[in-house]
């Protein structure tokens, strides 16, 4: 069946039937965050269908629930937004020290209709203990930044995250 073209790219062609191709649709709105700890969170919403927006929905998984593949691609992101972290050094009186770096959150938009994709992003933190300081970095790539290895791993990550939320929300409307 051919999906409503309104409905492209929401829903995974394979779960599109029917009545429900035109009833209901995959969230629109999806990202995951990574923390340092190895946890994930999937974050989707689905605004337009307003006033009876669905509201932010996070799931969470610790590190045992990340399947192997994509723990290993968030690393493989993660490495080269790093090796994009210009760390200089920090004048002080009668010499420099480098600051000391490390990592935050990195945030992979997986569906986004506003934005150009792929979009991904890691917060670090460089700090100089002798000066008490902390600065937050914003390490970015943007879709005209990928090369098409990059976007071949960014693409496995998204369709492992859209399954997911697909899932999940295949669960609460179940539940309804």
């Given at each position: 069946m051919e999906v409503p073209y309104k409905f492209k790219g929401l829903v995974p062609e394979h779960a599109v039937h029917g009545e429900e191709a035109r009833t209901r649709t995959a969230p629109a709105r999806q990202h995951i965050?990574?923390?340092?700890?190895?946890?994930?969170?999937?974050?989707?919403?689905?605004?337009?269908?307003?006033?009876?927006?669905?509201?932010?929905?996070?799931?969470?998984?610790?590190?045992?629930?990340?399947?192997?593949?994509?723990?290993?691609?968030?690393?493989?992101?993660?490495?080269?937004?790093?090796?994009?972290?210009?760390?200089?050094p920090v004048r002080i009186p009668h010499g420099e020290i480098l600051p000391a770096t490390r990592d935050g959150i990195l945030t992979v938009v997986i569906q986004d209709q506003r934005r150009a994709l792929p979009i991904v992003r890691l917060y670090c933190y460089e700090t100089t203990q002798q000066l008490g300081s902390q600065v937050e970095r914003e390490l970015r790539m943007e879709a005209s930044d990928f090369t098409p290895?990059?976007?071949?791993?960014w693409k496995r990550v998204q369709q492992e995250i859209k399954g997911m939320a697909w899932k999940n929300f295949q669960e609460k409307l179940s539940d309804r």
């Open positions: 965050d990574e923390h340092l700890d190895g946890n994930l969170e999937i974050r989707y919403d689905y605004p337009f269908s307003v006033p009876h927006a669905l509201p932010e929905q996070v799931i969470r998984l610790v590190p045992e629930e990340v399947p192997q593949q994509l723990r290993a691609d968030l690393t493989e992101l993660r490495n080269w937004l790093r090796a994009r972290l210009d760390v200089r290895a990059q976007r071949a791993v």
